[in-house]
């Protein structure tokens, strides 16, 4: 399996959200909260080119966000992804 990878925040309802979904898939992941980390924030958005949280990724493939990974479990592909090589 894909190392998995999700940039957060404590408060953000769409984190908590992507969370959930791998948690409830059984998901190992490894969380990067930038609430309080500046430093940390500016790697993910240089990293993702995205100032929003969460920022997902499955291997070396950015993924998006919250609606982002919801989509691809809605279209079947998430699974695909997660069992993937890296």
């Excluded at 940039?7 to 930038?34: M, W």
């Excluded at 500046?38 to 070396?60: F, N, R, Y």
């Amino acid at each position: 399996m894909p190392k998995v990878i999700i940039y957060t925040k404590s408060y953000c309802g769409f984190c908590h959200r992507a969370k959930n979904l791998l948690q409830t898939k059984s998901v190992p992941f490894d969380e990067i909260d930038v609430t309080s980390d500046s430093a940390k924030e500016q790697e993910m958005q240089k990293l993702s080119g995205q100032d929003t949280v969460p920022q997902i990724w499955i291997g070396e493939q950015h993924i998006g966000g919250c609606d982002d990974l919801h989509t691809l479990e809605s279209r079947g592909e998430l699974d695909a992804l997660l069992q993937a090589g890296d």
